[in-house]
């Protein structure tokens, strides 16, 4: 999977702002550092996505992965947990484990 990037993201706002307006399944979302965790609803199910930021010079790129994924980023909102189908327990453990430190 790779990087999505686009000359008109500027900023970390603007690359948060395109994926708020493109996304539009998004019920909930909150911005850790450089991560951009997401809920969406997609019509039969309800998931977490994690976009991960990076900066390639002046232009912002991402790269989305959802829960099933088993991402090796932990900093999701442990209310996220709630909001959407389980998809990975491994995941959702080290998720607790890291917030309870």
């Given at each position: ?8 993201w ?18 909930a ?7 951009l965790w997401?809920?969406q ?15 390639e ?5 991402y ?16 209310e ?22």
């Amino acid at each position: 999977m790779g990087w999505t990037s686009s000359r008109k993201w500027k900023t970390k706002s603007d690359i948060v702002e395109a994926i708020l307006e493109e996304h539009g399944s998004i019920t909930a979302h909150k911005l850790v550092g450089d991560e951009l965790w997401t809920v969406q609803d997609i019509g039969d199910d309800i998931i977490i996505v994690l976009y991960l930021f990076e900066r390639e010079g002046m232009i912002w790129a991402y790269k989305d992965m959802g829960e099933s994924c088993g991402p090796c980023y932990y900093r999701c909102p442990l209310e996220f947990l709630d909001c959407a189908s389980e998809k990975n327990i491994e995941w959702r453990n080290s998720v607790r484990e890291l917030a309870a430190k």
